[in-house]
């Protein structure tokens, strides 16, 4: 087995300048060969990027060929020194993962073109009564809201009136100013793990995040820059029952995988009865 490679001075020559396109029996423009393999200097079009220096061009182009090369030798190597039924086993492998990755990708598209991914809600809660018992929490869930505001704003009294009450005007009116707000969230319907709000609020941590987030629960706690106000609305701790808004977008998924499958195997009957209607298969008896 050999190797041969053009001179760095030429290679360089040749990558830069060559225009040359090989043709079926002409290797002009060869820059590399393993046996009767042949690296061209179009197959390296665009491997260098544009303001590289001469030298440091060279060194890429060299390591590519290098690359290339090995695997080639290697490659080789491994089929003239490879037991005849572990190749005979590999290229049934390769031949069957070739036809999985055709398949598959044919599959797919028409699966993109025909799935209906509209999912009714009542289709959701139908399966979530279905399969509720197996979904149990594996950490709690908080339902809050909460606004975070700099000390000493000039309405403070009146925002922690308008949020402890929260009624349809204190709503409007603290969505009016929420711009002054260093944050704010107040779709207390919203199921969140509780580790977020650790995360955002510097005065729960895991140890005393029992004695914050009870429900019902109002805080007002205030650090060197920033004024909390929090509501718990509810509460659910690890081992209870996840709950249904939660688990919504894992049932959805179950519902639209679900007709995936089906849709899979109702598309593959199809092409198989065409094949039979148009000839194309039969079994010989």
Not at 30 to 42: E, G, N, T, W
Not at 175 to 198: K, L, P, R, Y
Not at 233 to 245: F, I, M, N, R, T
Request: glycine share 4%; proline share 2%.
């Amino acid at each position: 087995m050999k190797i041969t490679t053009i001179g760095l001075g030429i290679l360089f020559f040749a990558f830069v300048f060559s225009c040359q396109k090989n043709t079926q029996g002409n290797l002009s423009g060869a820059i590399a060969r393993v046996d009767d393999s042949y690296l061209f200097v179009q197959d390296i079009e665009g491997l260098v990027p544009k303001g590289t220096s001469p030298e440091d061009s060279l060194v890429i182009v060299q390591n590519y060929i290098h690359t290339w090369a090995s695997k080639k030798i290697i490659m080789a190597a491994s089929e003239n020194n490879m037991n005849k039924e572990v190749k005979i086993a590999i290229d049934r492998l390769v031949e069957q993962y070739k036809a999985d990755l055709y398949t598959n990708s044919y599959i797919e598209r028409l699966v993109s073109k025909s799935l209906d991914t509209v999912v009714d809600e009542e289709d959701l809660k139908s399966l979530y009564a279905e399969t509720k018992n197996h979904f149990t929490l594996n950490e709690n869930l908080v339902k809050l809201r909460l606004i975070v505001v700099k000390n000493g704003h000039h309405e403070y009294k009146k925002i922690v009136e308008k949020f402890k009450r929260f009624n349809e005007d204190d709503q409007a009116y603290l969505a009016s100013i929420g711009m002054q707000f260093s944050h704010f969230a107040w779709n207390q319907e919203d199921w969140v793990e509780t580790q977020s709000i650790v995360d955002e609020l510097p005065f729960i941590t895991p140890e005393t995040e029992k004695h914050y987030l009870i429900e019902g629960n109002f805080i007002e706690e205030k650090d060197a820059q920033y004024s909390y106000l929090v509501k718990v609305k509810s509460v659910l701790h690890v081992g209870d029952e996840s709950p249904y808004e939660y688990q919504r977008k894992i049932l959805k998924d179950i519902v639209l995988n679900r007709r995936k499958s089906k849709l899979i195997e109702q598309l593959k009957k199809e092409i198989t009865n065409n094949a039979i209607k148009d000839e194309k298969f039969e079994v010989f008896k």
